[in-house]
Nanobody
Framework: QVQLVESGGGLAQPGGSLRLSCVVS????????MGWYRQAPGMQREFAAR???????NYADSVKGRFTISRDNAKNTVFLQMNSLKPEDTAVYYC????????????WGQGTQVTVSS
């Protein structure tokens, strides 16, 4: 059974930083492209960032230049470094794992809350 467990969320001030982690168990981590979606209150879930199993990255325009996604295959972990946080980054952040390009995510984490407020 594949499990994704996120951590690292919390409260940050505008302009601050947080680092999210997502640990994958139950499968071969290196087979999957990994990524993050986020969902703000009353909004649809939206794409934030992804990284392929080869290390190529993509970002939503809203986070480009501020967020960095990375992965450590030895630790079965994907990270999302979030800098220069804005109040509009407030959301629940969900990690996902996707086996095939162009397909929907195969597995999701339970989400971690990020709140940006002074």
């Amino acid at each position: 059974q594949v499990q994704l467990v996120e951590s690292g969320g919390g409260l940050a001030q505008p302009g601050g930083s947080l680092r999210l982690s997502c640990v994958v168990s139950g499968s071969t981590f290196s087979m999957y492209a990994m990524g993050w979606y986020r969902q703000a209150p009353g909004m649809q879930r939206e794409f934030a960032a992804r990284i392929t199993n080869g290390g190529n990255t993509n970002y939503a325009d809203s986070v480009k230049g501020r967020f960095t996604i990375s992965r450590d295959n030895a630790k079965n972990t994907v990270f999302l470094q979030m800098n220069s946080l804005k109040p509009e980054d407030t959301a629940v952040y969900y990690c996902y794992a996707r086996r095939y390009i162009g397909a929907a995510p195969d597995y999701w984490g339970q989400g971690t809350q990020v709140t940006v407020s002074s």
